[in-house]
């Protein structure tokens, strides 16, 4: 059974840090870009950050855009999202999700695996 398991959120203060974590399990992602998105209560789910396989190429929504760092380490299956400078509209449950599609996976639709999600939450 395929599996994408984040972890490493939490409550912070505005100003503060988190590393989220996507921990891959079932599979191989040979060749899977893999990205983070998120959805505040109320909005629907938005585009965070994405990573393709080599991690060669990166893309960021403009407002995480010099605070947030998306990376991978292929051999442990594991994608991160270091969080800085964390504001409270950065509130959200954060999902890991990975496809074969780069543009695809940017545009968020059909992506192969979705993981459950980790809630956000910064405090003004």
């Known amino acids: 059974q395929v599996q994408l398991v984040e972890s490493g959120g939490g409550l912070v203060q505005a100003g503060g840090s988190l590393s989220l974590s996507c921990a891959a399990s079932?599979?191989?992602?040979?060749?899977?870009?893999m990205g983070w998105f998120r959805q505040a209560p109320g909005k629907e789910r938005e585009f965070v950050a994405g990573?393709?396989?080599?991690?060669?190429?990166?893309d960021y929504r403009n407002s995480v855009k010099g605070r947030f760092t998306i990376s991978r380490d292929n051999a442990k299956n594991t994608v991160y999202l270091q969080m800085n400078s964390l504001k409270p509209e950065d509130t959200a449950v954060y999902y890991c999700?990975?496809?074969?599609?780069?543009?695809?996976?940017?545009?968020?639709?059909?992506?192969?695996?979705w993981g459950q999600g980790t809630q956000v939450t910064v405090s003004a």
């Open positions: 999700a990975a496809d074969r599609g780069w543009a695809q996976l940017v545009a968020g639709r059909a992506l192969d695996y």
């Open positions: 079932g599979r191989t992602f040979n060749g899977y870009a």
């Open positions: 990573i393709t396989w080599s991690g060669g190429n990166t």
